[in-house]
């Protein structure tokens, strides 16, 4: 494994503690405790395989996906391995926002096949040791039909020979085939669910996509789910389905 600090490599601003990372501002917080927790239980998920690749899915935009996504690469991180944050959802970027980081260019750019540059001209290092970061870079016309390249399959070999965990953050499931696309060929997948906002109607649909491309669901995050905290509250578990 090669870890991203060569000198091309660009450094992110120290500013996420402003931003979503719960995982950094408040280390001890129940949340942060609940994402270590969910880290373990990932862990222990995958019996007969190590797990390279895991993607992060939602079935509507507003379900706290890439907040979850980053937390949870910052506690893969913290545990001392060497992660890769991945920014798939091209439609609408926010990774870079969770990390306080520029997105002027980043996946997108990587996938256009720009001549004489490699991935290591797009990472971002971050605050926490062996966290590295690719932001979805300027948003394309063509978001599905670069995620299902052969450049993006050959994309995601390569990072995973590098890295230990490579997490990637995608689009909501409805209405969209990228997240689909993604977690066909991921090792995992966890599915985010704003508790109290997204319908059982909008949770069915999107796992009949899952199903469709089999995708290995580990479980399902609930994000906000009431813990009678001030602060943000994730709950970990299996979704029984009907």
Request: glycine fraction near 8%; aromatic fraction near 6%.
């Amino acid at each position: 494994m090669v870890e991203a600090t060569k000198k091309n490599t660009k450094k992110a601003k120290k500013s996420s503690r402003a931003h979503g990372l719960i995982t950094l501002a408040m280390p001890s917080s129940l949340s942060s405790e609940q994402f270590r927790t969910l880290r373990t239980n990932i862990q222990f998920s995958m019996v007969d395989k190590k797990l390279k690749s895991l993607a992060v899915l939602s079935a509507t935009s507003a379900a706290g996906k890439s907040t979850v996504a980053a937390n949870l690469a910052v506690t893969f991180a913290l545990q001392g391995n060497q992660v890769l944050l991945v920014d798939c959802d091209l439609r609408r970027p926010s990774v870079h926002r969770e990390f306080g980081i520029q997105n002027d260019e980043g996946l997108t750019n990587l996938l256009a096949n720009h001549v004489g540059k490699g991935i290591d001209d797009y990472l971002h290092t971050s605050e926490v040791p062996g966290l590295s970061i690719l932001t979805g870079g300027p948003v394309p016309p063509n978001p599905a039909e670069l995620l299902s390249s052969n450049r993006m399959k050959q994309l995601e070999t390569d990072v995973a020979e590098r890295f230990d965990l490579v997490i990637y953050d995608t689009p909501p499931l409805l209405g969209f085939t990228d997240g689909q696309i993604l977690s066909g060929r991921v090792d995992g997948s966890i599915f985010v669910v704003h508790f109290g906002e997204d319908t059982k109607e909008d949770v069915v649909k999107a796992s009949d996509s899952l199903k469709m491309v089999n995708a290995n669901v580990l479980g399902v995050v609930y994000n906000r789910a009431p813990g009678g905290q001030k602060e943000h509250s994730y709950y970990y578990g299996y979704q029984d389905e009907e």
